[in-house]
T-cell receptor, first 117, second 115 residues
Framework: AQKVTQAQTEISVVEKEDVTLDCVYETRDTTYYLFWYKQPPSGELVFLIRRNSFDEQNEISGRYSWNFQKSTSSFNFTITASQVVDSAVYFCALSYTSQGGSEKLVFGKGTKLTVNP | EPEVTQTPSHQVTQMGQEVILRCVPISNHLYFYWYRQILGQKVEFLVSFYNNEISEKSEIFDDQFSVERPDGSNFTLKIRSTKLEDSAMYFC?????????????FGPGTRLTVT
């Protein structure tokens, strides 16, 4: 069965600190996709990144970076030089594809990040 | 930039009433989804829809729920007889294709409050 674990429920940092959000997943599929979404206080879900299981290259986008390690089934997310606007709940998700081709996302419980000025 | 829209943003209803939540997916997307998030909890999959039929549904999606694409643009979620435990944020999402090749874009959500 597919499962995503985000062990950190809440993290609080001071602005400009680096912070890493952990994500560990379980799946029997050989092909799968991993995602990170951001949910700011306004409630919407904002897509951040998609990663497929064959691409273990780390990715950097501005202050955001992602470390995908298949050997440990982890897909961690680092924010460098955090800012107050980064305060949100961050969800890691794993895709599961049905025989019909559609997929569902299995979400972790989320990590609430608070960046204090 | 195209986006998924949802109406209403907040719906308050009495237990036992029917509600219809509306979504307009991104126009060239083919797969549509509903998820829900009970306050403070994780986002849970409800149902996926492709080619005018349900592709997959979760255990949560029982006979009280139904989905429809009544025209070329709207995608609706109906709850026939709401219960208190249906109170949640409901998110609609759409993707260009399935099998994880494209990300799912989420709408802003409809907060449903059942009293």
């Amino acid at each position: 069965a597919q499962k995503v674990t985000q062990a950190q429920t809440e993290i609080s940092v001071v602005e400009k600190e680096d912070v890493t959000l952990d994500c560990v997943y379980e799946t029997r599929d050989t092909t799968y996709y991993l995602f990170w979404y951001k949910q700011p206080p306004s409630g919407e879900l904002v897509f951040l990144i998609r990663r497929n299981s064959f691409d273990e290259q780390n990715e950097i986008s501005g202050r955001y970076s992602w470390n995908f390690q298949k050997s440990t089934s982890s897909f961690n997310f680092t924010i460098t030089a955090s800012q107050v606007v980064d305060s949100a709940v961050y969800f890691c998700a794993l895709s599961y594809t049905s025989q019909g081709g559609s997929e569902k996302l299995v979400f972790g419980k989320g990590t609430k990040l608070t960046v204090n000025p | 930039e195209p986006e998924v829209t949802q109406t209403p943003s907040h719906q308050v209803t009495q237990m036992g009433q029917e509600v219809i939540l509306r979504c307009v997916p991104i126009s060239n997307h083919l797969y549509f989804y509903w998820y829900r998030q009970i306050l403070g909890q994780k986002v849970e999959f409800l149902v996926s829809f492709y080619n005018n039929e349900i592709s997959e549904k979760s255990e949560i999606f029982d006979d009280q729920f139904s989905v429809e694409r009544p025209d070329g643009s709207n995608f609706t979620l109906k709850i026939r007889s709401t219960k208190l435990e249906d109170s949640a944020m409901y998110f609609c999402a759409s993707s260009e294709a399935g099998r994880g090749r494209y990300e799912q874009y989420f709408g802003p959500g409809t907060r449903l409050t059942v009293t």
